[in-house]
């Protein structure tokens, strides 16, 4: 399988999935809700297996439903986004499951329809007010953005570009520690894209300045939305050129070569490292 075959099959392609940014006059029987409640959404169980709310709207009445908002459609469903107010509780037949809590529970495609409500939740609630004049913004009916009435300044939904490096050496990778991650975890180095950099450009000054060493042939290799915080992930393989590991300290805590064999314990599978390093792992296992 061809590392694009994989990511196919690993991250959602959201094929059925349309966004619209009015609702239409009839939105059906029943719509497809993702509610948040403090950055959970909530999930009905039923018989073991999770599902997000689909409520006709008396059930949708009965939620203290705030800043509520039109998704697009999914298959045939209409989709809706909206979070409930923070000082209620949880209403009684839902469960309140965190994103990485949610992983394996629902579809992935659900999952990252997920993540992009949480991600314009945050944009909807830190753009009320005109970053240029202060009047109050208001929703654009035909694009996904915020407008004021008074200057005309247009808000889009940000996504802070960040990439995520696989280094290889021969039969070794590049695995580094930063004291942010759980005990003893590591994982491929990372780094935001600088205002005016191409992404080959932060790939080259995010390993200068992480391990200090020198990388050639930088391949595309595959992207993953992370809405903690709003980013982009752009994973690329890259291998070793020369220079010997110089760890910044303010960043990192350790960093290494490792072989398959002598792996730490490494990010889950929901992550874009993770599946730049199971890459790895099947291309070795592939060639002993
Ligand atoms: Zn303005």
């Known amino acids: 399988m061809t590392s694009d075959a994989k990511l196919r099959k690993k991250s959602s392609l959201l094929d059925n999935f349309t966004p619209y940014y009015s609702p239409p006059h009839d939105t059906g029987e029943f719509s497809m809700w993702?509610?948040?409640?403090?950055?959970?959404?909530?999930?009905?169980?039923k018989q073991g297996s999770y599902h997000v709310p689909?409520?006709?709207?008396?059930?949708?009445?009965?939620?203290?439903?705030?800043n509520q908002f039109y998704l697009g459609q999914y298959d045939s469903i209409h989709c809706f986004g909206a979070e409930i107010n923070p000082i209620t509780s949880i209403p009684s037949g839902y469960q309140?499951?965190?994103?990485?809590?949610?992983?394996?529970?629902?579809?992935d495609d659900l999952l990252?329809?997920?993540?992009?409500?949480?991600?314009?939740?945050?944009?909807?609630?830190?753009?009320?007010?005109?970053?240029?004049?202060?009047?109050?913004?208001?929703?654009?009916?035909d694009e996904r953005a915020k407008e004021c009435p008074q200057c005309g300044l247009i808000n889009y939904p940000q996504l802070a570009p960040a990439v995520i490096i696989l280094i290889?050496?021969?039969?070794?990778i590049l695995l580094a520690r930063s004291p942010r991650f759980k005990?003893?975890?590591?994982?491929?180095?990372?780094?935001?894209?600088?205002?005016?950099e191409t992404?080959?450009?932060?790939?080259?000054?995010?390993?200068?300045?992480?391990?200090?060493?020198?990388?050639?042939?930088?391949?595309y290799f595959g992207s993953q939305h992370w809405p903690f915080p709003q980013s982009l992930m752009i994973a690329f393989t890259a291998q070793y050129l020369s220079g010997q590991i110089t760890i910044d300290h303010r960043e990192i805590e350790d960093a290494n070569?490792?072989?398959?064999?002598?792996?730490?314990?490494?990010?889950?599978?929901?992550?874009?490292?993770?599946?730049?390093?199971?890459?790895?792992?099947?291309k070795q296992t592939n060639k002993n």
């Open 199 to 219: 992404l080959e450009q932060t790939v080259l000054r995010e390993i200068r300045e992480e391990v200090g060493i020198q990388v050639h042939n930088i391949q």
């Open 54 to 66: 689909l409520l006709n709207i008396v059930e949708q009445d009965k939620l203290p439903l705030i």
């Open 112 to 141: 990252t329809l997920a993540g992009r409500v949480i991600h314009l939740l945050y944009w909807d609630s830190t753009t009320q007010f005109c970053g240029r004049c202060g009047h109050t913004t208001l929703l654009k009916t």
């Open 34 to 45: 993702f509610i948040f409640y403090k950055n959970e959404l909530l999930i009905q169980e």
């Open 257 to 282: 070569w490792f072989t398959i064999e002598n792996f730490p314990p490494i990010p889950n599978k929901m992550s874009i490292s993770r599946w730049l390093i199971d890459w790895f792992i099947e």
């Open 168 to 172: 290889e050496k021969d039969n070794e």
């Open 96 to 107: 309140a499951l965190g994103l990485r809590q949610l992983f394996g529970l629902i579809s």
């Open 183 to 196: 005990p003893e975890m590591y994982s491929v180095i990372a780094g935001f894209v600088e205002p005016g």
